[in-house]
């Protein structure tokens, strides 16, 4: 019998697709696969890797609105963020295409006469990837571009709930002259196909996007064939606003970090620290920009904020906001749902929460949805201290003009990615990871291709005898 499983339109409850899951041996086959085009790929000078690379960016870009759309049906988001998404994800194609023609090595000046020390940078080897659902695009070509670019040859496993954009985007690569065994797409459950991956002796690299729990059972598993793991996992991002912030300002981008993808972004706002002196005119124009936002399909051109992804995640969104308003929150605006069971749609119309406190949910487990819980603090350190309090350190955001408090937050946040009066600072060429339980290594600049190279040594001794 085989093996499927059904993609749906979050939005709609439409089928979209029917995905056979790919049996053990044929994901062992990949495997090896892979392996044995890595011994070929490896030897492929960088500017032809570059060049590759190049024409997948350009396929990609040339059928951008399809996949956008393809994006939209199986995620949720507005059309408009899927096409950024498709734009954001051909940037680290573009940036580690040109990263390929830069991997140095570097010669040493010897310590004994007649020696020479010289230090090169060489492919890992085949890298396995598990991806989330909620960037199916961005979050494969920022690990595959690397990979790559560097060297190695690459399978990615795509979240169950959008697996189209992945197989898409690995259909183009191969259209572009990728060789089919350098990269491969390979379907099912995550828990099936993870261990696969990390029990291979083949597999020299896991790199996951994805929850906390799944990256730790990733990272023990790896352990018994000493793997290289790179993990972008879980977070829960503060926000503080000082008193001296522009608040108008600080409103428009704790909008962008938070209502983003419905809320269901790793960087997003979950935590909002206002300054006493200006919590009441920042909730007040908040929730005024907040009830401005359309909540629909994100076919619809008029939407800003799609469905959540599935009835497990609405559920836990719907307990955190119940938990905090049982113990004490005030909705500001939203709390409002539009569930069709038959249908299995679930939106979650975006929400602001004053007088959130400590002893709430939310403020402590990843919301993963279009809620912003607000609480005030009277000076700066209560407002580090509280934004530190968490297992998490991947994303932090803060709003002030005074370089003093600015540069005193940079220095006392303990979080991978701070935007100081920006609420969107990921790109293609700066690294994006986090701290503590948020990950282990960074994707994106200089930084994100380091993971997928080892390091070799020569030292030729006796030269001039
Ligand atoms: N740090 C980042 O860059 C980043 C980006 C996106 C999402 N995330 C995090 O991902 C979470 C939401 O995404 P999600 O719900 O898809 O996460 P998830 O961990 O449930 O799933 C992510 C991927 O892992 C697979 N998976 C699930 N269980 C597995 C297992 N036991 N072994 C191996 N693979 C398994 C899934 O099939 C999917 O492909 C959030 O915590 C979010 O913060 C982090
Ligand atoms: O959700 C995770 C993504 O990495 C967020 S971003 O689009 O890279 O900022």
């Not at 499927?4 to 939005?11: I, L, R, S, Y």
């Not at 053990?24 to 696969?33: F, G, H, L, M, T």
């Not at 597999?203 to 598993?221: D, E, N, Q, Y």
């Amino acid at each position: 019998m085989t093996n499927t499983f059904t993609v749906k339109n979050p939005a709609t409850g439409e089928t979209l697709a029917t995905i056979t899951r790919n049996s053990v041996d044929e994901i062992e086959q990949a495997i090896q696969k892979g392996h044995d085009a890595f011994q070929t790929w490896k030897k492929t000078n960088a500017h032809e890797r570059a060049r590759l690379l190049t024409k997948w960016s350009n396929l990609i870009q040339e059928n951008k609105l399809a996949i956008a759309k393809v994006m939209t049906e199986e995620n949720g988001k507005p059309l408009a963020e899927s096409i950024g998404e498709v734009d954001y994800a051909t940037s680290y194609i573009d940036w580690y295409a040109e990263e390929a023609k830069r991997i140095y090595g570097r010669t040493i000046p010897a310590h004994v006469d007649g020696k020479r020390l010289m230090v090169s940078k060489h492919p890992i080897g085949l890298v396995a990837a598990i991806t989330p659902w909620n960037f199916p695009a961005a979050m494969m070509t920022r690990k595959a571009a690397p990979a790559l670019a560097a060297g190695c040859t690459f399978i990615v496993k795509p979240a169950e709930e959008t697996p189209l954009t992945t197989i898409r985007l690995t259909e183009l690569a191969h259209e572009a002259g990728i060789p089919t065994n350098v990269i491969q797409c390979m379907n099912g459950q995550g828990r099936v196909v993870g261990k696969i991956f990390t029990e291979s002796e083949l597999v020299r690299k896991i790199t996951f996007t994805g929850s906390t729990p799944v990256g730790k059972a990733l990272i023990k598993a790896s352990a018994d064939t000493v793997k290289s793991v790179t993990m972008e996992l879980g977070g829960h991002a503060p926000v503080i606003v000082a008193k001296d912030a522009d608040i108008d300002m600080a409103v428009a981008q704790t909008i962008t970090t938070k209502f983003r993808n419905a809320g269901q972004t790793c960087v997003c706002a979950n935590r909002v620290l206002v300054h006493e002196s200006i919590i009441d005119e920042f909730s007040t124009k908040l929730a005024e920009k907040t009830k401005q936002l359309v909540v629909g399909n994100g076919l619809d051109e008029n939407t800003d904020v799609g469905p959540v992804i599935n009835e497990g995640s609405y559920e836990k969104i719907v307990q955190q906001i119940n938990d905090a308003v049982q113990k004490g929150a005030k909705v500001l605006v939203g709390a409002k749902y539009d569930v069709d069971q038959e249908r299995k749609s679930f939106f979650v119309h975006p929400t602001v929460l004053a007088n959130v406190t400590d002893e709430m949910e939310i403020m402590h487990e990843e919301t993963f949805g279009p809620v912003a819980p607000l609480t005030a603090f009277s000076d700066l350190d209560e407002a580090i201290k509280i934004a530190n309090n968490t297992p998490y350190g991947l994303a932090a955001y803060f709003f002030t003009n005074d370089y003093k408090v600015g540069n005193y937050l940079f220095d006392n946040l303990d979080y991978g990615i701070i935007g100081w009066n920006d609420g969107a600072p990921s790109a293609a060429h700066v690294p994006f990871g986090g701290m503590k339980e948020s990950g282990l290594g960074r994707e994106g600049g200089t930084e994100g291709i380091e993971p997928y190279l080892e390091t070799k040594y020569l030292s030729i001794g006796n030269l001039f005898e």
